[in-house]
């Protein structure tokens, strides 16, 4: 193709690409070694609120900010402060601390890397299930009667087009306290059950979650990763003797690698920003992902405050943790890459 | 249920229009509205929508997007729906007008214990109180010879007979979802136990006796609650409520009307309310205080401003009240205080008498910081000393962010 044509063919997508993502990127860069405030100033404050009957009045000194008379808004500073703001998530701090005095499990209590630690967890745990899941179903499919086929397949992708924070919803009803499996159960066992109740169910149900939502996705590319694999091999192995398991271990899996790792890098890219199940599951209490700490971080409380350098710390660290966690993937798609060019 | 809801405001609407004369006038400025969603906000924008030219707004949500809704020019709503909580980022931006001259042009019908005066200058126009007290069955408390509690030693000492009585699934229920609903039940506790949350210079001051009490009261009310109750919000406790899960509650006033709703309650007429109970010996019950009602915007026309704010008086009449008298404690003239008010009554008119939330930026901070540290005490991560030391320190990073700590 020529250069020029080549431009006017991605442009459009360049452009976008610039204008939504890099540039985003660039201002949350920028806001997380910034620091904006309003000037704040102490006055005292009469300030009046209803009883039942009478009133109460109480004058106190409050910290408010200060309008600009011209603009009508609150006056900011903005104030460069370097790595504070990262400072402040990771408080490493206190991980050194706790290094040093042998008692790791405090880290945990430090939300960053609390987040870190289930973030991390939950997306090595669910990857291999998801591809393992996906390519069983697959392979079931594949050696589906036809007539069975289009049946099965549309059932295994339903889960697939539940929109994530609906399905972690669906879930959480069916699972709390009273919801309609949890009753079942206990009156099936007899006992209590709440799932909500201590972190590691909480863990247990998102990882199911997680794969029975992913799974359709590993399995629609495995199915048409499948009808490509060469059945001269496949016949040849099958007379040289070799069981279903070593033709799935010598023939399917190495025809299926490229696609495999094309699964991994993508559900790795989706599970490190894990934030439906937290929403949905109600599970801040035990659990939080990383995505959710950023949420959290911008949500505005009731005074109208929220910590966006520390936002954009985190959004960054999350950044940065993905980019280190697609490293080993991608090196290997480069190697095959260079590979296959000679 | 929702759709039921619906069916039924739409009847109540309809109602509306025939029962008592609609509106006294015609609106011919179009107006709209953001305001919380619950029942006594349906009541008042339904009476507002009656005059026409009017677009209500209910969102549970609305805490997040009014402060910038506010602050565009021209505002993208005319009349706010705000709590003593939320007012704070309106009030602190400027984005809400003094209604002095309205109240004199309109408000005849106000009575003064309902203007809201910053310095002197009428800021809201509330319309109802809300605090969170003791609900609880009084079926079972008499089947089981208890008296009303109105101390926590008390309801535990009801919870353990409840308990052994096997009568309900959990003895007490909490809004204890992490996040807001659970820091609010810290904010109840601690001035219980007479403490004060910040010192003069700004600083968190919740590292204290009173703190720890506070913190080993709470954890003490998770021996007789649902062992998911770090999920249980408002919504959640008010249905455990109405399906008969639970006997006792600390829960809002806004949501006593609910145990008598017919479509959704199992447990009609069964469910009083008392005063918050006291955490000790000559304390105030341990709760806040909280007001709702309407502001205006700045940033629109006068003529805008003075078309809303008439229009809210009429949502705000003895009709609306007469007709919706269930759904609040209103301050409304008109309100008569029914047996579901008597525990909100009781809270507010107690000596000495609990505070109200307080309205600060520095509270918004401390609240948010609460939220997310409370809960490591609760699931038993983090003993209490350390838990108060880390709401601390988060109270003092973010403070030291927006502005109000050096």
């Keep these: 193709m020529k250069f020029k044509t080549f431009f006017w063919f991605v442009a459009p997508s360049v452009f976008m690409m610039l204008l939504f993502i890099a540039a985003p990127l660039i201002s949350v860069l920028i806001q997380s070694f910034q620091i904006t405030q309003p000037v704040m100033q102490q006055i005292e404050v009469e300030t009046c609120t209803p009883g039942f009957l009478t009133q109460t009045c109480t004058t106190e000194v409050k910290t408010v900010p200060v309008i600009d008379e011209a603009t009508g808004r609150a006056q900011t500073t903005t104030e460069w402060v370097g790595f504070q703001s990262y400072r402040n998530v990771l408080q490493m701090d206190k991980v050194w601390s706790a290094l040093g005095s042998g008692n790791w499990g405090k880290i945990l209590q430090i939300d960053f890397w609390k987040a870190l630690r289930f973030t991390l967890m939950f997306t090595l745990v669910t990857l291999p299930l998801v591809v393992g899941v996906g390519l069983m179903i697959a392979l079931a499919v594949n050696n589906a009667a036809k007539a069975l086929r289009g049946p099965v397949i549309f059932i295994s992708l339903l889960p697939f087009i539940i929109t994530p924070v609906i399905g972690s919803l669906s879930i959480y009803w069916l699972f709390v306290g009273d919801g309609i499996l949890t009753a079942t159960l206990e009156r099936w066992l007899d006992r209590d059950i709440a799932m909500f109740g201590q972190a590691w169910t909480i863990e247990l149900l998102m990882y199911f979650y997680r794969v029975w939502h992913v799974a359709p996705f590993a399995f629609v590319i495995f199915y048409a990763g499948l009808q490509t694999v060469n059945m001269d091999t496949l016949e040849s192995a099958i007379i040289d003797g070799a069981n279903r398991f070593e033709r799935l271990r010598y023939v399917i899996v190495p025809h299926l690698m490229p696609l495999i790792i094309f699964i991994a890098l993508i559900h790795l890219m989706d599970c490190y920003r894990v934030f439906d199940e937290i929403i949905g599951f109600r599970s801040q209490a035990h659990v939080i992902s990383l995505q959710w700490l950023t949420f959290d971080f911008l949500t505005p409380d009731d005074a109208g405050n929220r910590a966006i350098s520390r936002a954009a710390a985190s959004a960054m660290l999350t950044m940065v943790g993905i980019v280190i966690l697609l490293i080993l993937p991608l090196r290997r798609t480069w190697r095959d890459h260079k590979g296959g060019a000679h | ?406």
């Excluded at chain 2, 015609?26 to 953001?34: C, F, H, I, R, T």
């Excluded at chain 2, 535990?156 to 007979?161: I, M």
């Excluded at chain 2, 506070?214 to 408002?234: I, N, R």
Aim: glycine letters at 8%.
């Design chain 2, 1 to 406: 249920m929702y759709l039921k809801k619906l069916a039924l405001a739409g009847a109540v609407s309809l109602l509306g229009t025939t029962a008592f004369a609609a509106c006294s006038y015609e609106n011919d400025v179009p107006l709209k509205s953001l305001t919380a969603g619950f029942e006594a906000w349906k009541a008042v924008t339904d009476a507002m929508a009656e005059c026409g030219n009017f677009q209500a707004e209910l969102d549970q949500e609305f805490r997040t997007k009014q402060p910038a809704a506010f602050e565009a020019n021209p505002s993208l709503y005319h009349i706010g729906g705000v709590s003593n909580g939320t007012v704070t980022p309106l009030l602190n931006a400027g984005t809400i007008r003094p209604l002095d001259d309205l109240v004199a042009k309109y408000g005849q019908d106000l009575s003064p214990n309902q203007l809201i005066r910053v310095d002197g200058k009428i800021m809201a126009v509330a319309m109802m109180v809300n605090t969170q007290h003791l609900m609880y069955r009084s079926d079972i408390l008499a089947d089981l010879g208890i008296d009303t509690p109105t101390t926590w030693d008390e309801v535990f000492a009801a919870a353990d007979k409840i308990k052994e009585a096997g009568v309900v699934d959990h003895a007490i229920g909490a809004t204890m979802k992490s996040g807001w609903n659970l820091a609010q039940e810290f904010v109840n506790m601690y001035p219980g136990f007479g403490g004060a949350f910040f010192n003069a210079d700004n600083t968190a001051a919740v590292n204290s006796d009173a703190g720890m009490k506070a913190l080993e009261t709470m954890k003490k009310t998770l021996d007789y609650t649902d062992p998911e109750v770090l999920v249980s919000d408002s919504t959640y406790v008010q249905q455990q409520f109405q399906q008969g899960k639970i006997a006792m509650a600390n829960l809002w006033a806004s949501r006593a009307g609910a145990m008598n709703d017919e479509n959704e309650s199992q447990v009609v007429g069964k469910v009083s309310m008392a005063a918050a109970p006291i955490a000790m010996d000559g304390g105030a019950p341990a709760t806040t205080l909280w007001w709702d009602g309407i502001v205006i915007a700045t940033n629109i026309t006068d003529e805008e401003a003075d078309a809303a704010f008439r229009l809210a008086m009429e949502g705000l009449d003895s009709e609306m009240v007469t007709a919706n008298n269930e759904a609040a404690i209103w301050l409304v003239n008109g309100y008569q205080p029914g047996p579901l008010a008597e525990g909100a009554v009781a809270t507010a008119t107690a000596n000495p008498a609990p505070p109200a939330y307080p309205s600060t930026t520095q509270m918004g901070l401390l609240h948010t910081a609460l939220g997310n540290e409370l809960p490591a005490f609760l699931t038993g991560d983090r003993d209490g000393a350390a838990t108060l030391a880390a709401v601390e320190e988060a109270y003092t990073t973010s403070a030291k962010e927006a502005g109000v700590l050096k």
